[in-house]
T-cell receptor, first 114, second 113 residues
Framework: AQSVTQLGSHVSVSEGALVLLRCNYS??????LFWYVQYPNQGLQLLLK??????LVKGINGFEAEFKKSETSFHLTKPSAHMSDAAEYFC????????????FGTGTRLKVLA | NAGVMQNPRHLVRRRGQEARLRCSPM?????VYWYRQLPEEGLKFMVY????????ESGMPKERFSAEFPKEGPSILRIQQVVRGDSAAYFC???????????FGPGTRLTVT
């Protein structure tokens, strides 16, 4: 069975500081991995995804994530936080075959301090 | 190409009533997924459908919940005799055949009073 753990339900950073949101997964088969952002009362927007190939993945709004198989991690980073980055972030895993249903983490709420 | 559409965006029901949530997938997408987000929680998979078939309903509550995706028209998630615990945001996602990436709709926020 697959699972996702997001460490830290709330993270606060100062504007301009590094953003690091942690995601660890469990999967018996090579997974597909995703990061989504959700603004209040809105749907989910895809930030980036890992399927195969290069393990460092670049996404929208300056975010990137690195797939580390040995650590079963897919942490999300951004060098310099902006006020508009304040939102909830979800990591998700899906299988590479079968139903492709997503298993989501419980989310990390990012707060950016002026 | 319009995105995934869900309606209504907000739905208020009294306990015991029925709720019908609709999802129109993106053009060319024949796979639909439903997820539920309870307050302050992540999204939980409910059901995966293809046209006229339920493929995986392992996340659906055993009673009162049903889903369909007819040959024509939107996918429907139906909740009978709603209870306060059904209050949540329900998201639909669609994908084309044999493709892993899902595109999410804006969600329907159900409030049971």
């Amino acid at each position: 069975a697959q699972s996702v753990t997001q460490l830290g339900s709330h993270v606060s950073v100062s504007e301009g500081a590094l953003v690091l949101l942690r995601c660890n997964y469990s999967s018996s088969v090579p997974p597909y991995l995703f990061w989504y952002v959700q603004y209040p009362n809105q749907g989910l927007q895809l930030l980036l995804k890992y399927t195969t190939g290069a393990t460092l993945v670049k996404g929208i709004n300056g975010f990137e994530a690195e797939f580390k198989k040995s650590e079963t991690s897919f942490h999300l980073t951004k060098p310099s936080a902006h006020m508009s980055d304040a939102a909830e972030y979800f990591c998700a895993v899906s299988s590479t075959s079968g139903t492709y249903k997503y298993i989501f983490g419980t989310g990390t709420r990012l707060k950016v301090l002026a | 190409n319009a995105g995934v559409m869900q309606n209504p965006r907000h739905l208020v029901r009294r306990r015991g009533q029925e709720a019908r949530l609709r999802c129109s997938p993106m053009k060319g997408h024949s796979h639909v997924y439903w997820y539920r987000q309870l307050p302050e929680e992540g999204l939980k998979f409910m059901v995966y459908l293809q046209k006229e078939n339920i493929i995986d309903e392992s996340g659906m509550p055993k009673e009162r919940f049903s889903a369909e995706f007819p040959k024509e028209g939107p996918s429907i998630l139906r909740i009978q005799q709603v209870v306060r615990g059904d209050s949540a945001a329900y998201f639909c996602a669609s994908s084309p055949p044999t493709f892993y990436e899902q595109y999410f709709g804006p969600g329907t926020r159900l409030t049971v009073t």
